[in-house]
């Protein structure tokens, strides 16, 4: 239970805050969901134990990897095409 909801949490942080983090802390995340997806996949017996688990840390770490639309167009710019914007 605990774990199901510590990755909704992680997931949450990831998906709506993730820019605001501090790089040290994006890094971090990183680094932890990386080493996790290693140590889960490196034991066979955890891989077919706790599936719904590894598939779980496997989506969070995509979503850390995968830059995000917004922060390529920049916080706060207008959707709207800039002759709209005048």
Same mark, same amino acid.
């Given at each position: 239970? &605990? +774990?199901?909801?510590?990755? *909704? ?10 820019? !605001? %983090?501090? /790089?040290?802390?994006?890094?971090? +995340?990183?680094?932890?969901? $990386?080493?996790? #997806?290693?140590? %889960?996949? !490196?034991?066979? !017996? ?6 719904? %688990?590894? $598939? ?6 995509? *979503?850390?990897? +995968?830059?995000? /639309?917004?922060?390529?167009? &920049?916080?706060? *710019? !207008?959707?709207? /095409? $800039? #002759?709209?914007?005048?």
């Amino acid at each position: 239970m &605990g +774990v199901a909801w510590g990755g *909704q949490v992680l997931e949450a942080v990831i998906r709506y805050r993730w820019i !605001s %983090l501090a /790089p040290e802390l994006r890094d971090g +995340v990183k680094n932890y969901l $990386s080493n996790l #997806t290693i140590k %889960l996949a !490196s034991d066979e !017996s955890i891989f077919r134990r706790d599936r719904a %688990l590894v $598939s779980k840390v496997n989506v969070l770490l995509v *979503q850390v990897r +995968v830059p995000f /639309p917004h922060a390529a167009r &920049g916080c706060g *710019q !207008s959707r709207l /095409p $800039s #002759t709209f914007a005048e």
